[in-house]
Each structure stands twice: as structure tokens, then as C-alpha cells.
């Protein structure tokens, strides 16, 4: 297995006097995808926003390629290589999708690299050159969680964390976006961190996976295991 690239250490988090997670240790390998399932309320996302300084933890530690960046502020994290693609797609419901694409570019200093990265997403997801000039916030569910994940690849990230990129979609829609976070790992070696409830649809991307209950790690190992329904109803 390669060194981690995004490390937790024992990391609390909440809001205000309520923890919600309870002292998480988990590592993001260099060129991995790291499955992280759990039921509705686990902790599941108050880790990733703590991970991303979204939500300062309570205690514990955050490392990023062996430093410290425990309570960093978002933007230092994405000038620094990290991507973000929250619930909800994330997205400038107002503005065409081409201009959405290049506003998630604008952390990078040298942009004549952008046109090149440009095609680059539209080639993951050629529906958003077809729809470039289109209002964002026209586009289906699905539609604007590829967008919003284009986005993300625009700075080309090293690490992709994404929160519930299958939430209110149709079956056939996570399937595509499942597909294209395979396509981003594979192709441009990014490390991606996924947040997810959708067992059967995300565990045969992952290489790795974890179970969140009530805030603390209950597994981690291979995915496998986790397709036993009964053994996935105990960790549950």
C-alpha cells in the first residue's frame, strides 16, 4: 500500500457542546479511492467538513502529504491541491456552465493551462460541452453533480473529497458519475475520498471502505465483506 496523501488522527468534531464524531483515524492513500458508508446522521459528513476546515475540530489531527493542516481554512486547502464537492451539487445556479467551469480554475496562477483542462472535463463528461452555454441551475440533478465535480478537477486537484455525489439521483445517473470518479482515480491518479450511503452502486469503485456508526469507525478493510447484507446490517 503507497503512503497516506490525507491522514485523520484521532479527530473530534461537532457543533458547539454536541460531538458528533468521536475521535476518527482514518488514511487516504496516494492513488486510492476510500469508500466511507454509513447510515444518515453516522458523522459521515462533519468528518469531511472538519477534514476540509469547513468546521474546526474539536480535537485530533488533520495531515495532508505528512504536515499538519488541522483547522486550515478551505482555500488554503484548495490552493494547496485538496477539492471539496459538497452535498448539493455546489454549483452557480445562475451562470452558463462553461463560466462555472472556469470559475472553478481560478485558484490556478498560471491559466494558460486552463483550456487544456477545460476539454479535459469535457471529455469526462461530454453532456457539459453540449450544454456549455446553458443556466446551470436548468440542468437535472445529474447533470449539475458532473458540473459540479468538473469544477473541482479544474485546479486538478491531488485529492478529491466528495459528500453524497449520489444523493437524489436516478439509479442510471449514479451509475454514470460513479463510472466518471473511476475515470478521474484511473486517469489522472487522483486520490478520491468518498462519502456515500449507496452500498451497492459505490462499493465496486472503492479499493478500500469504512463503516461511520454514531460518530466512530467500526470497520475498515477491502469492500468485499461489506456486499454480505447481513454483515453490513451489523456494522449499520
Do not use: W
Request: glycine share 12%; proline share 6%.
Amino acid at each position: 500500500m503507497s503512503e497516506a496523501i490525507l491522514e485523520t488522527r484521532r479527530l473530534c468534531a461537532g457543533y458547539g457542546k454536541k460531538q458528533i464524531v468521536n475521535g476518527i483515524s482514518l488514511s487516504l492513500h496516494k492513488g486510492e479511492v476510500l469508500l466511507v458508508l454509513g447510515h444518515n446522521g453516522a458523522g459521515k459528513t462533519t468528518y469531511v467538513r472538519s477534514v476540509f476546515g469547513l468546521l474546526p475540530p474539536a480535537s485530533g489531527k488533520v495531515l495532508y502529504e505528512g504536515q499538519e493542516i488541522t483547522g486550515r481554512k478551505p482555500a488554503g486547502n484548495v490552493t494547496d491541491g485538496i477539492a471539496f464537492v459538497p452535498q448539493g451539487h455546489g454549483i452557480f445556479r445562475s451562470l452558463s456552465v462553461r463560466d462555472n467551469l472556469e470559475l472553478g480554475g481560478f485558484v490556478e496562477a498560471d491559466k494558460s493551462v486552463l483550456p487544456e483542462r477545460l476539454e479535459e472535463v469535457y471529455g469526462l463528461f461530454p453532456i457539459l460541452k453540449e450544454r456549455a452555454t446553458q443556466t446551470a441551475g436548468t440542468m437535472s440533478g445529474g447533470q449539475q453533480q458532473m458540473l459540479a465535480i468538473g469544477m473541482a478537477l479544474m485546479h486538478e486537484p491531488r485529492v478529491l473529497i466528495l459528500d453524497e455525489p449520489s444523493i437524489g439521483l436516478a439509479p442510471n445517473l449514479v451509475e454514470r458519475v460513479m463510472t466518471s470518479i473511476t475515470e478521474i482515480n484511473q486517469r489522472f491518479g487522483t486520490s478520491i475520498l468518498i462519502i456515500e450511503q449507496n452500498v451497492p452502486l459505490s462499493l465496486p469503485i472503492a479499493h478500500r471502505a469504512a463503516v461511520i456508526k454514531t460518530g466512530e469507525v467500526v470497520y475498515e478493510g477491502a469492500p468485499e465483506p461489506l456486499s454480505d447484507n447481513v454483515k453490513l446490517m451489523q456494522l449499520f
